[in-house]
């Protein structure tokens, strides 16, 4: 890629890049929220149009006017946001627009090749499966499929990582050292720079859609390097946290049952206080509960058995309007599902739950320099990249989406706080600052629950740390008592480890 350059209304999300890949070589591209990265491989793949430049592919300068000419190109994407189709099978996904030559798809074929393929790189799935029946994990695997079935000589994968489980990284950076042995050219987004520098050949540095530089993954290149070509000064990865004052119990949860979206028993008599002023940690890997155990909390799943209070008040049965209105706030996994609304703006997804209230409405009026004050208050402290307030929320880069339902979300003043994964996809910069408003509102009495399979971050922010597996809490430890070895243990169901 030569010189691209694209502009969308009041931003120019790639100013002038110069970019290669080549065969048999993982190409890292790190960038903060919003620094372009997706914007140029969305021009890559087709989807977006280039004001200027050229893309060159072996040797031939090309014009994707669409992403079906890219893939005949031989060029894959797996996108930030899947894209499959949650009503179809994953064999009719991988089927799902290929060129049929007139002749009827031979879905039979298809599932065949498909079970090829996933012998060939590990890529273990159900061909039969609906998609939403699928993990987060497992539906990666379906887009990578998808793109290795369509010959995928280059695959673009956008943060890959952040919807895993550290095992499924594992099980996914194996597929890719395949992928590279195979002569397949990939290009690697990701926020985590651990990732970055055990998968990577070369790594390249975006900054306000320019390249700052590319450079050989090598012994000069750690973790504090990448952050300051990134953000261009000094991060602090580790904050620092006043000592524990915690008062009276705010969220209590006793003997909870639920079942998951398949019916089957997810959470199994979980119970658990958090007091305010506390910051409990929910370590786990994934799929084991941590999900629908904030659902159930917040009024998105019904409990089968078992009790929540706020505040000491059962809140079981509350709508989950109610519920935001009791003083609870959720920072939810699912961001796109549950977080915001794309078509509306920014300003709007600011006041999503308190729109009605002073001082952003008065009777049936709205107070529209109000919302422009407090949306505009928000988008300057938590450093929202987007053009105006008035920007369609669809319109931001993945992190600043999420940094934009974190900003409404805190600033609720909630007494309860829910935080699923709430640093997935931000950025460095940005996940140093949310860190420090959780203990700012740590400080402020409010009690948090941190679901996160980060175990850097519970193991950075929690005062206790409550492991689950299969829907059970196997153990709760203060933050002395724990470490990443023990931690490690317990989410593995080994109950031994606990003291
Ligand atoms: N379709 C669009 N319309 C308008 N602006 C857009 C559009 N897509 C991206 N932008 C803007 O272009 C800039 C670059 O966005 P991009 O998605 O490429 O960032 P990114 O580096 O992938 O960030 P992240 O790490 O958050 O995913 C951002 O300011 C974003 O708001
Ligand atoms: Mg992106």
């Known amino acids: 890629m030569r010189g691209i350059v694209k502009r969308f209304?009041?931003?120019?999300?790639?100013?002038?890049?110069?970019?290669?890949?080549?065969?048999?070589?993982?190409?890292?591209?790190?960038?903060?929220?919003?620094?372009?990265?997706?914007?140029?491989?969305?021009?890559?793949?087709?989807?977006?149009?280039p004001d200027e430049g050229q893309i060159v592919l072996d040797g031939r300068e090309?014009?994707?006017?669409?992403?079906?000419?890219?893939?005949?190109?031989?060029?894959?994407?797996?996108?930030?946001?899947?894209?499959?189709?949650?009503?179809?099978?994953?064999?009719?996904?991988?089927?799902?627009?290929?060129n049929t030559n007139g002749v009827t798809l031979d879905l039979r074929g298809v599932r065949k090749r498909l079970?090829?393929?996933?012998?060939?790189?590990?890529?273990?799935?159900?061909?039969?499966?609906?998609?939403?029946q699928l993990s987060v994990g497992e539906q990666q695997r379906v887009e990578i499929i998808k793109a290795l079935y369509r010959g995928g000589a280059l695959i673009i994968l956008d943060e890959p990582t952040a919807v895993l489980t550290p095992q499924e990284v594992e099980e996914l950076?194996?597929?890719?050292?395949?992928?590279?042995?195979?002569?397949?050219?990939?290009?690697?987004?990701?926020?985590?720079?651990?990732?970055?520098?055990?998968?990577?050949?070369?790594?390249?540095?975006?900054?306000?859609?320019?390249?700052?530089?590319?450079?050989?993954?090598?012994?000069?290149?750690?973790?504090?390097?990448?952050?300051?070509?990134?953000v261009g000064r000094d991060v602090v990865f580790q904050p620092?946290?006043?000592?524990?004052?915690?008062?009276?119990?705010?969220?209590?949860?006793?003997?909870?049952?639920?079942?998951?979206d398949q019916g089957l028993l997810c959470l199994r008599d979980v119970s658990l206080d958090v007091r305010a002023g506390e910051i409990v940690g929910i370590a786990g890997v994934s799929g084991n509960g941590q999900r629908e155990l904030a659902?159930?909390?917040?009024?998105?799943?019904?409990?089968?058995?078992?009790?929540?209070?706020?505040?000491?008040?059962?809140?079981?049965?509350?709508?989950?309007?109610?519920?935001?209105?009791?003083?609870?706030?959720?920072?939810?996994?699912?961001?796109?599902?549950?977080?915001?609304?794309?078509?509306?703006?920014?300003?709007?997804?600011?006041?999503?739950?308190?729109?009605?209230?002073?001082?952003?409405?008065?009777?049936?009026?709205?107070?529209?320099?109000?919302?422009?004050?407090?949306?505009?208050?928000?988008i300057r402290r938590f450093n929202i990249k987007t053009p105006s307030?008035?920007?369609?929320?669809?319109?931001?880069?993945?992190?600043?989406?999420?940094?934009?339902?974190?900003?409404?979300?805190?600033?609720?003043?909630?007494?309860?706080?829910?935080?699923?994964?709430?640093t997935r996809g931000v950025d460095i910069s940005a996940t140093e600052y949310i860190h420090s408003v959780l203990i700012q509102q740590r400080s402020e009495g409010v009690a948090i629950v941190l679901i996160s399979e980060d175990l850097d971050e519970i193991l950075a922010l929690s005062d206790r740390i409550a492991v689950i597996y299969e829907g059970q809490i196997v153990g709760i430890l203060n933050r002395e008592e724990a470490d990443i070895e023990t931690l490690g243990l317990m989410m593995a169901g080994d109950t031994t480890a606990v003291s």
Do not use: C
Not at 197 to 214: A, E, K, P, Y
Not at 240 to 260: I, M
Not at 365 to 371: D, L, Q, R
């Open 240 to 260: 620092t946290k006043p000592p524990l004052s915690a008062g009276e119990v705010r969220l209590s949860v006793r003997s909870l049952s639920a079942d998951n």
């Open 389 to 422: 307030a008035k920007t369609p929320a669809k319109n931001l880069s993945g992190g600043n989406i999420q940094k934009l339902i974190l900003a409404r979300e805190l600033s609720r003043s909630p007494s309860v706080l829910i935080a699923a994964q709430p």
């Open 115 to 132: 079970l090829e393929i996933s012998e060939i790189y590990g890529l273990k799935i159900n061909p039969d499966a609906y998609i939403w």
């Open 295 to 378: 659902e159930v909390i917040t009024g998105l799943r019904h409990a089968t058995s078992g009790d929540v209070a706020l505040g000491g008040k059962s809140i079981l049965h509350a709508p989950v309007a109610a519920r935001l209105e009791a003083g609870l706030a959720f920072i939810p996994e699912e961001r796109h599902r549950h977080g915001i609304i794309g078509a509306f703006s920014v300003a709007e997804n600011a006041i999503l739950q308190t729109h009605g209230r002073e001082p952003f409405s008065r009777g049936p009026f709205f107070n529209f320099g109000a919302i422009a004050r407090y949306s505009n208050d928000l």
């Open 173 to 230: 950076s194996d597929t890719l050292k395949q992928m590279r042995e195979q002569g397949h050219a990939l290009i690697f987004i990701s926020h985590k720079l651990h990732e970055v520098r055990d998968l990577s050949d070369r790594i390249t540095v975006m900054r306000d859609g320019r390249v700052i530089d590319t450079i050989p993954n090598d012994d000069t290149v750690d973790r504090r390097k990448l952050a300051r070509m990134m």
């Open 9 to 49: 209304p009041g931003v120019l999300a790639n100013d002038h890049v110069t970019f290669d890949v080549e065969a048999g070589e993982i190409h890292a591209l790190l960038g903060e929220n919003g620094a372009g990265k997706s914007t140029l491989m969305k021009i890559l793949y087709g989807l977006h149009r």
């Open 62 to 98: 090309v014009t994707f006017h669409s992403p079906a000419a890219s893939l005949a190109a031989g060029i894959g994407m797996i996108h930030q946001h899947f894209m499959l189709v949650q009503t179809l099978t994953v064999t009719e996904n991988v089927a799902l627009g290929m």
